[in-house]
């Protein structure tokens, strides 16, 4: 590529960025880095019995999730679940696109798939700036616990070129499903929410710049 097309390209990119409110900025910092609760491997609820119960649920009560549930839900979404470090949900080859976050009341959590960990930091109550990002949907600023699944489609450029996007969708749909029928074992209700914008959502949450928020889980007690 010429050196004027590079600057071209480069230029359109940043345009892109600063249009679609990308994270810009430094990442978010973590202060603690905590292991959670070893995960169940076995339930009272069948597959058969959590896929047919499964519904989206709008509306919580206001306590807390254990942080166990929180590790299990996580856990169903991305844990490592083979010795050679491949995960609960299929990932295209096996680069994994995803990371998890979750926001309580007063904290943030990154999963950490590697030893079943998280890093947290205690912020102001986020949620109520994710409802306004997600059209207002009062599911996302009143569920005690709030997933957001963000995808790096740069991690699977290099291989699946224009794929990328798509095969990074994908797999947050794999592990939204996991995490959706994982809530339901638990006895726990959720709803998956799409309708969030990504890109400001990744910003206001710190994330590190090519991630950006496909979709979000609020998932609580039912009320
Ligand atoms: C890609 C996708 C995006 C969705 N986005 C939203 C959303 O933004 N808000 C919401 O309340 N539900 C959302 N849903 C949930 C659907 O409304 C729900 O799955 C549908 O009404 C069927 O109901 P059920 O999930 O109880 O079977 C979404 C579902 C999918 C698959």
């Not at 949900?89 to 976050?101: Q, R």
């Not at 947290?120 to 949620?127: A, I, K, N």
């Amino acid at each position: 590529m010429k050196r004027r097309e590079l600057l071209a390209v480069l230029a359109a990119g940043a345009i892109a960025q600063v249009s679609t409110g990308e994270a810009l900025g430094s990442p978010a910092k973590y202060t603690k880095e905590i292991e959670l609760p070893k995960p169940k491997l076995s339930g009272t609820v069948s597959l058969e019995d959590a896929i047919q119960r499964r519904r989206s649920v709008r509306r919580f009560r206001s306590d807390a999730l254990p942080v166990d549930s929180i590790g299990q839900l996580l856990w169903a979404g991305q844990g490592i679940t083979s010795p050679d470090g491949k995960r609960a949900t299929p990932s295209a080859g096996a680069l994994y696109a995803l990371e998890l976050y979750v926001m309580t009341a007063n904290e943030v959590m990154h999963y950490l798939p590697h030893g079943h960990r998280a890093e947290t930091r205690e912020t102001p109550d986020m949620r109520p700036q994710m409802q306004a990002l997600a059209v207002n949907q009062t599911s996302v600023g009143t569920a005690p616990a709030l997933i957001a699944v963000a995808a790096d489609p740069g991690r699977l450029t290099q291989r699946y070129g224009a794929r990328a996007s798509v095969y990074s969708d994908i797999e947050a749909g794999h592990a939204a499903q996991n995490m959706l029928l994982q809530a339901v074992a638990l006895g726990l209700v959720a709803v998956p929410v799409g309708a969030v914008d990504g890109p400001k959502a990744a910003h206001a949450l710190g994330l590190p710049s090519g991630q950006s928020v496909v979709y979000l889980i609020p998932v609580g007690f039912a009320a």
